[in-house]
């Protein structure tokens, strides 16, 4: 068993009296047995490193950080791609199903991870996410002190990302459009829906190609609510192919490795806050519309 760098939680407020405590109500699927080991074997600490025992007291905003651990990892039989690194930026072409992060049952088997071991980085640091069943670029920073620089983009919204997804054609829709609405955390948990409100998602959806009953479209995200492309997409009537979670839950629980989503995050670009130089970068993965 494993570990990379620690995962990072801030105690909100609550009735507890111990940190232990407040660990098992908030993650409810892992036993107090756990955590108790895992205190018990220094793995979990403070922001300083100093090991937390279970009697530690609860204080709201006390920074706990814990190591996640798994003790059996299922492979993702797919392989990342470099397509540009130095000492301030890497970027990736991450293949469909591998995640970001740890997540669930990942902790080795992530895209971090992989980059860690791969370039001798630990201080490697994702600048933006995207879902585990997505394809495509992620950047990540390598360099502390040039992080906020390159954060600044995204916070921002001075970087342009675009996505290309194949999904029903909508013969019938007037593009380009922008689709704006309220995106919540749904039911069950993992999924996402809109509801009535102030928009707090915004995406810029064109056609990219027409052709049968698949068209390819072109996808802008303005704002980067979880699962925001996946959801405007369905709420169209045109959910992405492939997709098991929009507009209804049919996903299993393994992998199916023949049919991943067909969302790619296709390109990257904007004025490198370091040099003032433009910087674009493009998948080299592709989408495949049914036979």
Same mark, same amino acid.
């Given at each position: 068993?494993?570990?990379?760098?620690?995962?990072?939680?801030?105690?909100?407020?609550?009735?507890?009296?111990?940190?232990?405590? =407040?660990? =098992?109500?908030?993650?409810? !699927?892992?036993?107090? @047995?756990?955590?108790?080991? &895992?205190?018990?074997?220094?793995?979990?600490?403070? +922001?300083?490193?100093?090991?937390?025992?279970?009697? !530690?007291? /609860?204080?709201? #905003?006390? =920074?706990?950080?814990?190591?996640?651990?798994? +003790?059996? @990892?299922?492979?993702?039989?797919? =392989?990342?791609?470099?397509?540009?690194?130095?000492?301030?930026?890497?970027?990736?072409?991450?293949?469909?199903?591998?995640?970001?992060?740890?997540?669930?049952?990942?902790?080795?088997?992530?895209?971090?991870?992989?980059?860690?071991? &791969? *370039?001798?980085?630990?201080?490697?640091?994702?600048?933006?996410?995207?879902?585990?069943?997505?394809?495509?670029?992620?950047?990540?920073?390598?360099?502390?002190?040039? &992080?906020?620089?390159?954060?600044?983009?995204?916070?921002?919204?001075?970087?342009? $990302?675009?996505?290309?997804?194949?999904?029903?054609?909508?013969?019938?829709?007037?593009?380009?459009?922008?689709?704006?609405?309220?995106?919540?955390?749904?039911?069950?948990?993992?999924?996402?829906?809109?509801?009535? #409100? @102030?928009?707090?998602?915004?995406?810029?959806?064109?056609?990219?190609?027409?052709?049968?009953?698949?068209?390819?479209?072109?996808?802008?995200?303005?704002?980067?609510?979880?699962?925001?492309?996946?959801?405007?997409?369905? +709420?169209? #009537?045109?959910?992405?192919?492939?997709?098991?979670?929009?507009?209804?839950?049919?996903?299993?629980?393994?992998?199916?490795?023949? $049919?991943? *989503?067909?969302?790619?995050?296709?390109?990257?670009?904007?004025?490198?806050?370091?040099?003032?130089?433009?910087?674009?970068?493009?998948?080299?993965? &592709?989408?495949?519309?049914? /036979?």
């Amino acid at each position: 068993m494993t570990n990379i760098a620690p995962s990072t939680l801030h105690l909100r407020p609550g009735p507890w009296i111990t940190i232990l405590d =407040c660990l =098992c109500a908030h993650f409810t !699927t892992i036993p107090r @047995e756990t955590w108790l080991d &895992r205190m018990t074997r220094g793995r979990v600490i403070d +922001a300083d490193g100093m090991p937390l025992d279970p009697q !530690t007291p /609860h204080r709201v #905003g006390l =920074c706990v950080r814990y190591y996640r651990e798994v +003790a059996v @990892e299922t492979p993702i039989p797919f =392989c990342e791609h470099l397509l540009h690194v130095d000492e301030h930026l890497v970027v990736a072409d991450k293949p469909h199903f591998l995640p970001v992060t740890p997540a669930g049952g990942f902790v080795q088997e992530t895209l971090l991870h992989r980059l860690i071991q &791969r *370039l001798g980085n630990p201080d490697l640091v994702p600048l933006h996410r995207i879902d585990r069943a997505t394809a495509g670029l992620v950047m990540f920073s390598a360099n502390p002190a040039s &992080r906020s620089a390159y954060q600044a983009l995204f916070r921002e919204r001075r970087i342009d $990302k675009q996505y290309l997804a194949l999904a029903p054609a909508l013969p019938a829709t007037d593009f380009p459009l922008v689709r704006r609405s309220r995106i919540v955390t749904g039911e069950p948990f993992f999924r996402m829906g809109e509801v009535p #409100g @102030e928009a707090n998602s915004e995406s810029r959806i064109d056609v990219y190609e027409r052709g049968g009953d698949y068209w390819c479209y072109t996808l802008q995200p303005v704002t980067g609510r979880k699962h925001q492309l996946r959801v405007h997409m369905a +709420a169209l #009537g045109a959910p992405i192919l492939n997709d098991g979670f929009y507009p209804v839950l049919t996903e299993r629980a393994e992998d199916d490795y023949a $049919k991943p *989503l067909q969302l790619l995050a296709k390109s990257l670009s904007f004025i490198d806050p370091l040099s003032g130089l433009q910087r674009s970068f493009e998948s080299s993965l &592709r989408l495949h519309a049914p /036979h």
